[in-house]
Every structure is written in structure tokens, then in C-alpha cells.
């Protein structure tokens, strides 16, 4: 009912939607940066933990030091790029919902000191601009941390969707022996490109109430013959 609070909505509401646009253009793509720089530093410090002994025999604990130093610096430094966008963005929406609510208010007066306006309508007017404002700043905030969630989703559809390496037999034996049983007869098992088995004629039955303890130095198959039992290798 007002053409010069029509105007102040009409000048307002762009500004804001360009300012979050232009934010948004450069976020963005730094959003989906942090996240493969973080998984970058995830995997090279997997690495690390699960292969010490490893560098600890070839001497490399200085380079992996550098490939982990570079990981963290290339995550800092995109991660200072991303804060700094985004340190910007709250300023610009603040200063022009202040704006735009001085310019609500003064418009405001004017109408109502020509007795063309009442006061709650013009308080009404900013109360409505200022949930729309709100509302677009809120949704600025779920459009940048959604390249990070779907980067995340891709990740965990990659492994939900992974072909399972151990299939089982089209046509299973059955089982005829008592419950609670695990017997190996005669198993031998041999890593991909190994000269020889790690396991070579291994029998023995474990059964319920029993305690079987598998005894041996390092390196001599324990672990790879636990895990046969749940089938991590077939």
C-alpha cells in the first residue's frame, strides 16, 4: 500500500541476493577443496600409522614428515581462503539489512507523518523484510556446506557400493557338524605375488567350552589365520 516502501523492498532484497550470489560463486568451489584437502591429510596420516615399521626400516620418516607437512599447509591454506570469503559475507548482509531497515523506518515516518501510513503497518512491513533477509542468509549458509556433505556422500556411496571381493558358493556344503565348531583341515593360504604360503597344512578344532591358543612369532600367520575364521580372506 506504500510505493516508497515498495521501492526500499524492491532496492533491498537484490542487493542482498547479489551479495550472497557473488559470495557464493567463491565459496563454493573452496568448499569442495577443503574437503579432498582434508581427505588428503585423512589418507597420508593412515598411512602413516598403519605403515611405521615400514618407514622405520627404510629411514623415509623425514619425507613423510614433508608429504604430511605439505598436505596440512595445502588444507590451511585453503581453509584461511575459505574463513576470509566468508568473513566477508555476514558484514555485507548485516550492513545492508541495517540499511534497509533505516530506510524502512525514515520512508516509514514520512508516510505516517502525512497520515498515509500507520505505525503497525510499517512495523509489520520490516518485520516481514527482516524474515525474508534471515531466511536467505540461513539458506546461504546450507548451500556452502552442501559440496562438503556431497563430497562426503560420494565417499560413503563409493564404499557401500563396492563389489564384495569374497562371494559365496552357488552351491554351499552343508552344515552337518555340531554348533560352536571351527575346524580346519589341512588349510594352506598364499598372499597375491608371495614366493611361498604363510599358511601351509594348518589343522586343528576349536570347540565350545574349549580355549585354542595360537601361539607364534611375529609375522608367522596368526593374525591371517584368525582372520579366515569370519572370511576377510577366502
Given amino acids: 500500500s506504500s510505493p516508497s516502501l515498495s521501492r526500499v523492498v524492491l532496492l533491498s532484497v537484490p542487493a542482498l541476493v547479489i551479495t550472497v550470489a557473488v559470495v557464493s560463486s567463491i565459496a563454493l568451489p573452496l568448499s569442495s577443496t577443503i574437503q579432498r584437502s582434508v581427505d588428503r591429510v585423512n589418507l597420508i596420516l593412515r598411512e602413516k600409522l598403519t605403515g611405521l615399521r615400514v618407514e622405520r626400516a627404510f629411514g623415509t620418516e623425514e619425507y613423510e614428515e614433508q608429504r604430511f607437512d605439505g598436505a596440512n599447509r595445502d588444507l590451511t591454506a585453503v581453509s584461511i581462503r575459505m574463513h576470509r570469503t566468508m568473513s566477508v559475507l555476514m558484514p555485507a548482509l548485516t550492513l545492508i539489512m541495517s540499511f ?5 523506518v525514515w520512508s516509514g515516518a514520512v508516510q505516517i507523518d502525512a497520515g498515509n501510513l500507520l505505525v ?5 512491513v520490516i518485520q516481514y523484510v527482516m524474515q525474508i533477509m534471515m531466511s536467505l542468509m540461513m539458506f546461504t549458509m546450507i548451500f556452502v556446506m552442501a559440496p562438503r556433505a556431497v563430497a562426503s556422500a560420494r565417499r560413503l556411496n563409493d ?3 563396492a563389489p564384495e571381493a569374497i562371494a559365496d558358493p552357488l552351491s554351499p556344503a552343508p552344515d552337518t557338524g555340531p554348533r560352536g565348531t571351527v575346524e580346519f583341515r589341512d588349510v594352506s593360504l598364499t598372499y597375491q605375488g608371495a614366493e611361498k604360503p604363510v599358511l601351509e ?3 586343528f578344532t ?3 567350552g574349549e580355549t585354542t591358543a595360537i601361539i607364534g612369532s611375529t609375522g608367522s600367520g596368526k593374525s591371517t589365520l584368525v582372520n579366515l575364521i569370519p572370511r576377510f580372506f577366502d
Fill in 100 to 104: 534497509t531497515q533505516i530506510s524502512l
Fill in 120 to 124: 503497525g503497518d510499517m512495523m509489520a
Fill in 159 to 161: 564404499v557401500l557400493e
Fill in 201 to 203: 597344512g594348518i589343522s
Fill in 206 to 208: 576349536a570347540r565350545p
